[in-house]
């Protein structure tokens, strides 16, 4: 899989901080001739050219994170950039990328910076499509106050734009809440009401005239303003796909570029009214720049940063060394009634991915256009009709076909996004999605077609849902504060189990038999059904488990249990949970995810996180290989670690125990 660009910087620059697509959030050229541009990405963090694309290298030295989600310059010059890490946090270089060094902002995800004004910067951060912010900074970074929300609203600003001619104008499209405007520095806001979109990805000012404005929306095409930002009006839309990012040409009047979710990148010559698809005719692009010259830099998911040298007509890779640096899997999900078809859900800008052989090779999902991907859930009696939750406004996508092609069903409010789904095994027409967002829980009774809101009273993001397999009604609820029992279908619920929680797992033939998951406190053992827990870690190395790795049971021995951790990768059980060893030959990254057995052949297990998605290549009875003593669990070979790490690429030279083998896309 190609490495998602998130953004480019053209140096030096004003406002082309923008995030983009294909894993690289950030972008720049410089458009005075130097040939240097600065990419931040996803897995890879930021990289740095000095020949105009041709080769690149790493520039990461201080930062503490491999997630560069934007990228500004600051007015001073290229040699002072900013840079916006996963966690919200901001980072500042001011040798050109040599070294970074954290700053205490509070947020990282959007970011601008004045073009007139050395050291005025503004970032942005939210929590949850939500809680967003918006600081800003005179003394580059040092110290920051507080310019937005001014009231109580709650927004998740994607974007921060910045007027070239008179910086003090600041525009800011919202998801859910609309775009607002500041003409004094952000000392001050108003809503710039009729642009009424819903979710609004970006904003771009026309480099002849600032007061042209073109908005891009999640659903709702393409707007202008011709009176900076007082009215508004639709002008058309680049196929059916939502717009993430936007450049408007300086040399030619009325050529905008579209980059969109699953339709690449489009042209239009006439202001927006029409659009045609580019040479680039599909895929995610989350940013787009244009430089002085008049190439086009595209930030893709799973094509690579692209170049257009003859305005969008023709695309060609820029060699930036990431193409397999970002595999990172949120969680994997097998076809209940066969092993063949394997879903992988990421984060954004990815979205879901699918393989009809067993991993052997993957795509993107057809017709899947949420910009995140996040729970996934199969008909356990139709394993053609899946649903899968997605972010920013996408809500909850429906398959009839396998995942072929996909649907799209609303409810709650526009920013709200699904992250947790299950489907009732007995009553296969009920379907629950758990949201963020303090949106709650709700229910469907036809498939997922209709939805309405429980009023469950639970607070925070519902994680994970767990239906239990012999009594319809009856399901769990994983949030960041506890896990959740209810018997009536989610209209009353009980804290079981008072920890931040991940996932639970019930037995099929005992259901009286539940495990947890947490956080970072290991793994519960339930024998009452869930209202009474007891730890079960001995053996476990690492008590930070994975966000989508349950407890998984072998249908072939229920005291075999498989369990992934963040950081000691996956651990096995051969007595129910009361000793685990690690399980990782081969595996080649131990932060784990996502894991998944195929419900046709319980030997192979399939485990995602930041190196990709792993699967095994063979099984083996391993009880000769260690003994449980009066001191706990203890290996023959008198090591504490059973299970080698073995570089793999697609084949190992002499074949394991039991091996993890990197699954390719």
């Known amino acids: 899989m190609k490495e998602a660009l998130i953004g480019m910087l053209l140096l030096p620059m004003t406002l ?29 963090g930021v990289l740095k050219s000095i020949d105009g694309g041709t080769t690149w290298s790493a520039v990461n ?10 990228l500004a310059i600051d007015a001073s010059g290229p040699q002072t950039v900013y840079a916006g890490g996963t966690g919200g946090g901001l980072f500042k270089t001011d040798d050109g990328g040599t070294t970074w060094r954290n700053l205490p902002s509070g947020g990282g995800l959007s970011i601008a910076t004045d073009p007139k004004r050395p050291g005025v910067v503004y970032a942005g ?33 994607y974007k921060i734009t910045i007027d070239p001619a008179e910086p003090d104008t600041l525009y800011l499209p ?24 819903a979710a609004i990805w970006t904003i771009v000012i026309d480099p002849a005239d600032s007061k042209v404005l073109y908005a891009g929306t999640n659903e709702d095409g393409v707007w202008t303003s011709t009176d900076a930002g007082t009215t508004w009006r639709h002008v058309g839309s680049p196929g059916p796909f939502p717009v993430y990012s936007l450049s408007v040409a300086a040399s030619a009047p009325q050529t905008i570029y579209a980059g969109t979710n699953g339709g690449g990148v489009w042209t239009s010559s006439d202001g927006g009214a029409t659009w045609q698809p580019s040479g680039l005719s599909s895929g995610m692009v989350f940013s787009l720049v244009i430089d002085a010259a008049g190439l086009i830099y595209a930030g893709t998911n799973g094509a690579g ?30 076809d209940p009634n066969g092993g063949q078809n394997v879903f992988v859900s990421f984060e954004a800008p990815i979205g879901l991915v699918v393989s009809r052989n067993a991993g ?63 489907v009732d095994p007995l009553s296969p027409n009920i379907v629950y999605a758990g ?28 994680t994970f849902l767990t239906i239990d397999p012999t009594k319809s009604g009856r399901l769990f609820a994983s949030t960041g504060m506890a896990f959740f029992l209810s018997e009536d279908g989610g209209q009353t619920w009980t804290n079981v189990l008072p920890m931040p929680a991940w996932t639970v797992t019930i037995d099929p033939v005992s259901p009286l038999k539940t495990y947890a998951t947490t956080r970072t406190q290991g793994v519960f053992r339930s024998s009452d059904g869930g209202h009474t827990w007891q730890s079960i870690n001995s053996g476990l190395t690492n008590l930070s488990m994975g966000q989508n790795a349950p ?78 003593t009066p001191g706990g669990l203890r290996f023959n070979n008198g090591t504490q670690q059973f299970m080698q790490i073995v570089p793999g690429q697609g084949k190992l030279s002499h074949e394991p125990s039991h091996a993890f083998l990197p699954s390719r896309r």
């Open 16 to 44: 082309l901080a923008q995030q983009t697509a294909a894993r690289i959030h950030g972008n720049g050229l410089d458009p005075g001739g130097t040939g240097t541009i600065f990419m931040g990405s996803i897995a890879g």
């Open 360 to 422: 052997a090779s993957w795509s993107s999902a057809d017709g899947f256009t949420g910009m995140a991907s996040l729970g996934v859930a199969f008909d356990p009696t139709d394993s053609r009709r899946v649903y899968a939750g997605a972010m920013v406004g996408s809500m909850l996508f429906k398959s009839v076909d396998g995942g072929a092609t996909w649907s799209r069903r609303r409810f709650g409010t526009p920013a709200v996004y699904v992250i947790a789904v299950a």
């Open 305 to 334: 940063a692209q170049v257009s040298y003859d305005r969008g007509t023709t695309w060609a890779v820029l060699n930036t060394g990431l193409e397999e640096s970002n595999k990172s899997g949120y969680g994997v999900w097998i």
């Open 61 to 70: 030295n201080g930062l503490t994170t491999p997630i560069a989600w934007a």
């Open 125 to 157: 951060a939210f929590n949850n499509l939500a809680n967003g912010v918006i600081r800003k900074s005179t003394d580059g970074g040092a110290t920051w106050t507080t310019v937005f929300p001014t009231t109580g609203t709650t927004v998740a600003v």
């Open 435 to 462: 949201t963020g967002d303090n949106e709650g829980l709700f229910k469907s009774t036809d498939y997922g077609d209709t939805w309405a809101s429980v009023e469950t009273g639970l607070s925070g993001a519902i």
């Open 174 to 197: 919202t998801i859910g809440n609309g775009a607002w405007k500041s003409t004094d520095g952000g000392q001050n806001w108003s809503s710039m009401s009729s642009l009424s979109a």
């Open 551 to 628: 407890v998984i049971i072998d249908p072939t021995n229920h005291q075999t249990l498989y369990v992934g951790s963040n950081g000691g990768g996956v651990f096995k059980s051969l007595d129910g949970g009361d000793h685990w060893f690690p399980f990782n030959l081969g595996l080649s990254d131990l932060s784990v995810s996502g894991l998944a057995m195929d419900p046709v052949n319980s030997s192979v297990l399939y485990a995602s996180g930041p190196s990709g998605v792993f699967k095994t290549v063979c099984a083996i009875d391993v009880t000769s290989q260690f003994k449980i």
